[in-house]
């Protein structure tokens, strides 16, 4: 499930490439200062991210090896932490849209 959020810009005029950039590049700052870094961007939409993946597989090695027991640090881990990524992307008429991208 994705969570979309729509920032106004100008409801009567459409906006040119070069406004739409512009406006992409000042929405990227604002996500930097948040501390989420861009991970893929075009004229008009960017992926932004923030967090550290989690090494799957040395968490299920060392829940075999205690028997479980660091099950108690890991999911907690899995479930809370990791990587956050949204979508932002500039309509024709300058509105900021924010979606959050979720993985399986």
Do not use: C
């Amino acid at each position: 499930m994705s969570e979309v959020s729509v920032s106004s810009g100008d409801p009567g005029r459409v906006k040119t490439p070069e406004e739409r950039k512009a406006m992409l590049d000042s929405s990227l700052h604002l996500w930097g200062a948040k501390g989420f870094r861009v991970e893929n961007r075009s004229d008009f939409q960017a992926t932004v991210s923030k967090g550290k993946e989690i090494r799957h597989v040395l968490h299920i090695v060392l829940s075999i090896l205690t028997g479980g027991i660091w099950l108690l640090v890991y999911l907690p881990l899995w479930l809370l932490t990791g990587v956050r990524r949204r979508m932002v992307s500039i309509d024709e008429y300058g509105n900021t849209i924010e979606q959050k991208l979720t993985t399986l």
